[in-house]
């Protein structure tokens, strides 16, 4: 009997690294000439990241920050999605950055599709918020490896791959 080799998509990032990324982007605007007394707050919720400053200049200097630790850490910055800038009360500025996680069932369909038309010999089933891949060639699994590396920039999310089998 043919053994299946097999492996899990998923779209997720490493919170301790989001975490150690805001801890440095929070020391570097204390520090920085340009970004001191703008009472610049950065703040972690669960799903949320939330910015509180007193001007859209100065926000965009933190959201610069933010992408170039994301960056250090080896986060992918398709994690981010930045929802509309608020006025807050004063002249402060807000804005919630939402942060992606997981393969919604629509995503998770549309990647399914695509990885069988492209590669005939290959089964695809969707548990949960993660996508298995199973073949019995583990060449055609490297051709599903290289099929979701384009698939990411259609769908503007992270995936990853894991539990190689």
Known sequence: MAENFSFDVVSDFDRQELVNALDQAKREISQRYDLKGTDTSLDLEKDNIFITTNSELTLNSVIDIIRQKAIKRKL?????????????????????????????????????????????????????????????????????IKLLENLEETYKIPLQTNNYR
């Open 76 to 144: 992918s910055l398709k994690i981010f999605d930045f929802n509309s800038i608020e006025v807050v009360s004063g002249n402060k500025v807000k804005q919630t950055i939402t942060l992606k996680k997981g393969l919604n069932q629509e995503i998770a369909k549309k990647i399914s599709k695509n990885i069988r038309d492209e590669i005939k010999k290959i089964n695809v089933s969707i548990n949960g918020e993660t996508l298995r891949v199973m073949s019995k060639s583990k060449n055609d699994l490297q051709l599903a």
